[in-house]
Nanobody, 129 residues
């Protein structure tokens, strides 16, 4: 079993920044893909970004169009932790942000919730106007 714990959420004014962290623990696994999703009230959970590691240790990241240029994902494999740096935040970024991982081999960066095996409990991000 893998546990994912998010932290770093909070309340910020529009234009501000937040950095989310997701620490993975539990059984040893290869962190093939780590991703962030978000869910606003009354809306479906949506893809934000994910980072994938290939067999030659090359990393690939992909982003939702709505966050490109503002958000950045990074990972620290030694700590089994992935980060989400969020800049130029907008009120529409308000949501619960979830960390997720794919524990099996995977080619590419999946954007659908069904591709991910484990999920964190979520952390609230609120952006005031």
């Amino acid at each position: 079993q893998v546990q994912l714990v998010e932290s770093g959420g909070g309340l910020v004014q529009a234009g501000g920044s937040l950095r989310l962290s997701c620490a993975a623990s539990g059984r040893s696994f290869s962190m093939n893909v780590m991703g962030w999703f978000r869910q606003a009230p009354g809306k479906e959970r949506e893809f934000v970004t994910a980072i994938s590691r290939s067999g030659d240790n090359t990393y690939y990241a992909d982003y939702a169009d709505s966050v490109k240029g503002r958000f950045a994902i990074s990972s620290d494999n030694a700590k089994n932790t992935v980060y989400l740096q969020m800049n130029s935040l907008k009120p529409e970024d308000t949501a619960v942000y979830y960390c997720a991982c794919v524990s099996r081999g995977y080619i590419g960066v999946p954007k659908t919730t069904g591709a991910y095996d484990y999920w964190g409990q979520g952390t609230q991000v609120t952006v005031s106007s």
